[in-house]
């Protein structure tokens, strides 16, 4: 009888406290999620909005349209004009551990083919951003580029190549083109024949979404 007495305060003092513990835990899972859609996007003069204001760009209406699918989404461009893989690589570490996103969006490689960059080394910082980016335990989009077939058949092959091999790991997802329907219309490019106009920026977002909504539901 005594026993059961000495269990019975025992347990009159610890299950409020377990109850407690669980609803800390079930707290903290609670607010996880909420880093995990920070979505961080690494690119250059395309995601940077050139010639235009930053609001009109391609990345913060991916912003605004994720607002209305969830409030929780926070959409960091890093994005610089005319970075290359290499530049985008040197920055990566601090920006993921500044911003622990649960996904990062890679829009780098154009200015690398575009100044003949060595393929390998395209290729070496694209593969180095990747794992870089796992390793935060972030998924990953790649978004495919290419460059005008005057540099050349094995040169453009090799380039094109290059974000299919970056994208091989089951937690990274290449995009089509980004400029898909776009770098082949005057009409949508700026004066100098490089840049997407204001007017694009919505055709450049169709293209890209799909892979990142696929990815936002996976984590």
């Given at each position: ?48 909005a050139y010639g235009m204001s930053l ?72 593969d180095k951003m990747v794992e870089l ?87």
């Amino acid at each position: 009888m005594i026993i059961k007495r000495f269990l019975y305060r025992i347990l009159r003092v610890l299950l409020p406290a377990g109850l407690l513990f669980l609803c800390l835990a079930s707290g903290a899972r609670a607010l996880q999620p909420a880093a995990q859609h920070s979505i961080l996007v690494v690119g250059d003069s395309i995601s940077a909005a050139y010639g235009m204001s930053l609001e009109q760009g391609w990345v913060s209406l991916l912003a605004e349209h994720l607002q209305t699918s969830g409030p929780d989404n926070q959409v960091i461009n890093a994005s610089i004009s005319g970075e290359t893989t290499a530049g985008g690589l040197r920055r990566l570490p601090e920006l993921l551990d500044r911003h622990s996103p649960g996904l990062v969006i890679i829009e780098l490689g154009a200015n690398d083919g575009m100044r003949g960059y060595p393929i390998a080394s395209l290729r070496a910082n694209l593969d180095k951003m990747v794992e870089l980016s796992l390793a935060a335990d972030a998924r990953v989009i790649i978004l495919a580029m290419e460059i005008p077939p005057n540099y050349g058949a094995r040169y453009t092959a090799a380039f094109r190549e290059s974000f299919v091999l970056a994208a091989s790991d089951p937690r990274t997802s290449l995009s089509p083109f980004l400029l898909d329907g776009v770098a082949t219309n005057p009409e949508l490019m700026q004066a100098d024949g490089i840049h997407p106009t204001a007017q694009a920026q919505p055709i450049l977002l169709a293209n890209a979404l799909p892979t990142i909504e696929a990815a936002l539901a996976q984590q």
